[in-house]
Nanobody
Framework: VQLVESGGGLVQAGGSLRLSCAAS????????MGWFRQPPGKEREFVAA????????EYADAVKGRFTLSADNAKNTVYLQMNSLKPEDTAVYFC????????????????????WGQGTQVNVSS
């Protein structure tokens, strides 16, 4: 499985960006697609995740109400719509996929994910 992110860039505070994550290779059912980010000098942190089976989506408190994860199953692509961006959203954003059998059911943790994209940089200026 290969994951390729796109859509990062520089935006002013209050602006919006939409990140895309295209999956190719073997396509699994019942996967969990997640977004993580790594701010400068910090650990990688959870942003959002969707369990494909029931479309339940979880968000980090820091992004609730501002970010929306969506998917186009026909295109094997997951999106992260980011609105009302803040300077503290500046980070490298990664998409990730966890496939069954899951190593962990704690999908807030990076260790649960099997495949990762290369990351896309998001810079939010004040």
């Amino acid at each position: 499985v290969q994951l390729v992110e796109s859509g990062g860039g520089l935006v002013q505070a209050g602006g919006s960006l939409r990140l895309s994550c295209a999956a190719s290779g073997r396509i699994f059912s019942n996967v969990v697609m997640g977004w993580f980010r790594q701010p400068p000098g910090k650990e990688r942190e959870f942003v959002a995740a969707r369990i494909r089976r029931d479309f339940n989506t979880e968000y980090a408190d820091a992004v609730k109400g501002r970010f929306t994860l969506s998917a186009d199953n026909a295109k094997n692509t997951v999106y992260l719509q980011m609105n009302s961006l803040k300077p503290e959203d500046t980070a490298v954003y990664f998409c990730a996929e966890a496939v069954p059998p899951f190593y962990s059911d704690n999908f807030y943790s990076a260790i649960a994910y099997d495949f990762w994209g290369q990351g896309t940089q998001v810079n939010v200026s004040s």
